[in-house]
């Protein structure tokens, strides 16, 4: 079996405790290839340091660590900037979040460039490679310039935008036209397969190859883009829901809440995953239907992300004015209906966390996939489980139909579907969970990597 090659903006050691699932089922195939993962190394070199010459190597088990620092100029206009304050943004569908001006396509073109030259020496010629996310769109691009033959894929975790918002990125299809250096792009799901599928044809004048689904022409080169949703370790995360540490949160919980039925959601703190939606929802719950005043109460945990964009900064604001003052009209002296915990939870903690609670609220606005919805599932006593309330604008939608689905930017809507996931009964919970524990199961991350990996295997090294 040919040598993988991970590549991704971070590098995560999958031994280490705080490794999560991905890194974990990547963690797999690299130990067994004697594979490599290379990326930044997350450390920014001193203003006064020489150039770079080659990656920093480090044994990692059978498998090898190669990663590099990036200046502060290359962290602000590729990292801060063209990958978080344009990509992502855009490819969420807020292009009123969008900051084109600041010059710092250059900067992310550079950080490619620089990591295609300190990758390369170290391939090997039937390697296979795979890159992930938008901070590495046009990697396999500068590879080839450099001469790498190897076949090379391409994961995006986070949605593919219609045609029209990607249209709006000044100079995008400069950018798109480096998709087809790879040999296969994989997304979250079929709506953003239908957005590529369109984009690459209208906008880049691809053909669909007839007689071959997903398949794509561009000049000489050939791409096979299509979903491949990503999964959960569903055995890892179920092992952990038994672990010491979640079986403790779980019972400190479920004794400090002893009357209450709690709704949690637990997420990064960033406004594409419809936190402040989320909590006008809860509002407008206990401003609608009296009877759940003092009974649920919302548990939000959200760790710290990209404080430095000012994006983030107002969303935190706006959260923590808007719990603020439900809990002062709401709240009495033995009841706050909303704990707002602005913290990274330690992952053992976490399935003890959503194990605790009746309501799983899942929300974003616009999300790849969201794997919190299938940690929820996963973390669920099959006997007495919670219910899970989805957005329809999470990839995760398109799998987990037994979910009960919101549009949430309906708070009225959400509201209802709230109550109604508060006051289902047993029976009916206890089916919808059995499906959806069969759908995280059957395709969970060992599945997602072994189709990834297998197309791209399947494919004719370039030409
Ligand atoms: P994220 O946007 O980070 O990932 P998500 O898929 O929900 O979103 O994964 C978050 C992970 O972080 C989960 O494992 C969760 O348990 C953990 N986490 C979140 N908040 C936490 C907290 N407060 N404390 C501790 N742990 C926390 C991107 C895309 C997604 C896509 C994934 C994987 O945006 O759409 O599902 O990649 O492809």
Redesign the pocket.
């Known amino acids: 079996m040919s040598r993988l090659v991970v590549v991704s903006n971070r590098t995560t050691d999958p031994r280490k405790p705080a490794a999560?699932g991905?890194a974990v089922a990547l963690g797999e195939t690299l130990d067994r290839t004697g594979g490599m993962w290379f990326g930044w190394s997350g450390a920014i070199a001193p203003a006064d340091a020489a150039p770079q010459a080659e990656a920093e190597i480090q044994h990692a088990g059978p498998m090898t660590l190669a990663t590099v620092d990036l200046t502060q100029d290359e962290h602000d206009s590729y990292y801060l900037g063209y990958s978080n304050n344009v990509l992502w943004p855009v490819f969420h569908y807020r292009l009123d979040l969008a900051n084109f001006d600041a010059g710092y396509l250059e900067g992310y073109r550079r950080v490619n460039k620089k990591f295609a030259a300190l990758l390369k020496p170290l391939l090997r010629p039937d390697d296979i490679v795979w890159v992930h996310d938008y901070h590495l769109i046009p990697l396999a691009a500068e590879l080839r310039a450099l001469g790498c033959r190897q076949r090379i894929g391409f994961f995006l975790?986070?949605p593919f935008p219609p045609q029209l918002i990607m249209a709006a990125v000044p100079r995008h299809d400069r950018l798109a036209r480096t998709f087809f250096d790879y040999d296969v792009v994989g997304l979250?799901s079929e709506a953003d397969s239908v957005h590529f599928s369109r984009y690459v044809q209208s906008e880049l004048g691809a053909d669909a190859i007839d007689g071959q689904a997903d398949t794509y022409r561009l000049g000489e080169r050939t791409l096979l883009a299509k979903a491949f949703p990503?999964g959960i370790d569903v055995d890892e995360f179920a092992a952990l829901t038994h672990g010491k540490e979640a079986v403790e949160t779980c019972a400190t919980m479920r004794r400090e809440y002893q009357e209450r039925r709690l709704v949690i959601g637990?997420?990064?703190l960033?406004y594409s995953k419809g936190i402040p939606h989320r909590v006008r929802a809860f509002r407008e719950l206990l401003k609608d239907y009296p009877e759940m005043r003092g009974s649920a109460t919302l548990v939000q945990?959200?760790?710290p992300t990209r404080e430095t964009v000012d994006a983030y900064a107002d969303i935190r604001q706006e959260l923590e004015s808007l719990c603020g003052a439900i809990n002062g009209d709401y709240g009495d002296l033995a009841w706050m209906p909303v704990r707002y915990i602005h913290?990274?939870?330690a992952?053992k903690r976490?399935p003890g966390v959503y194990r605790a609670s009746r309501v799983g609220l899942v929300t974003p606005l616009r999300?790849?996939?969201?794997?919190?919805a299938k940690?929820y599932i996963a973390a669920q006593d099959p006997g007495d489980p919670g219910v899970l309330v989805l957005s329809r604008f999470a990839?995760a939608s398109e799998q987990l139909k037994e979910a009960l689905m919101v549009n949430p930017y309906d708070i009225i809507g959400t509201a209802e579907v709230l109550k109604r996931a508060l006051e289902m009964p047993l029976e009916e919970r206890r089916q919808r969970h059995q499906k959806l524990l069969q759908r995280i199961r059957e395709q969970d991350v060992h599945w997602w990597r072994e189709t990834f990996l297998d197309a791209l295997a399947s494919r004719e090294p370039a030409g």
Do not use: C, K, P, Y
């Not at 999300?367 to 919190?372: E, P, S, T, Y």
């Open positions: 999560g991905l975790h986070i979250q990503i637990v997420d990064r960033d945990i959200a760790s913290r990274t939870v992952r976490i999300d790849g996939m969201n794997l919190v940690e990839g």
